[in-house]
């Protein structure tokens, strides 16, 4: 059964945690954390597309050598865990060459789940995905943006399971 509040929640969206006091709004339970999880998509699939590119500009840049004071605890942790905060002079130059047109493309940051992967990897996705249209790389770094909110949900349910 599903026992957790919104405030549970925070931080699970990166900045935006109106996607889980929508999801908690509208629902009046979950089954279980996969139904949270598939209601959480359904929110932001429903919102205006100002509130789907505020969701994305809240993230931060992968840039390398990780300035702490522009991240939130969660993005800082996913960061190092990637070796974003290790990345070698021509990796982070990489980074911030792609960041720059990426961006000057899509008028959002690179968004992509960093756990699990290292940095030469975040780069490869990196260059395949700027060639991708505006409409399609909304709906990728959507996804990414769950993927995201999953891992972090997943992490919060065992951190309180350990206790």
């Known amino acids: 059964m599903f026992n957790y509040n919104k405030d549970f929640f925070s931080g699970v ?6 996607i889980v006091s929508a999801t908690f ?3 009046i339970k979950f089954n ?3 139904h949270f999880k598939e209601e959480l998509i359904k929110t932001v699939n429903k919102s205006k597309e100002n ?3 505020s969701l994305l500009t809240s993230h931060p840049e992968l840039t390398g050598k990780i300035e702490v004071k522009n991240l939130t605890k969660e993005s ?3 960061q190092k865990s990637a070796g974003l905060n290790k990345c070698s002079i021509e990796e982070f130059d990489k980074l911030h060459t792609m960041n720059n047109l990426y961006n000057k493309k899509f008028n959002f940051p ?3 789940a960093v756990s699990g992967l290292n940095v030469a990897e975040i780069i490869k996705n990196f260059e395949i995905r700027i060639e991708n249209t505006y409409d399609f790389e909304l ?3 959507i996804r990414e943006v769950h993927k995201i909110a999953s891992i972090r949900i997943d992490q919060k349910i065992k951190s309180l399971d350990r206790k």
């Open 25 to 27: 709004n509208r629902c």
């Open 110 to 112: 690179f968004i992509i």
């Open 51 to 53: 509130l789907k590119l």
């Open 32 to 34: 279980n954390t996969k």
């Open 139 to 141: 709906n990728e770094a």
């Open 13 to 18: 969206y990166e900045k935006s945690d109106w």
């Open 76 to 78: 800082l942790s996913e």
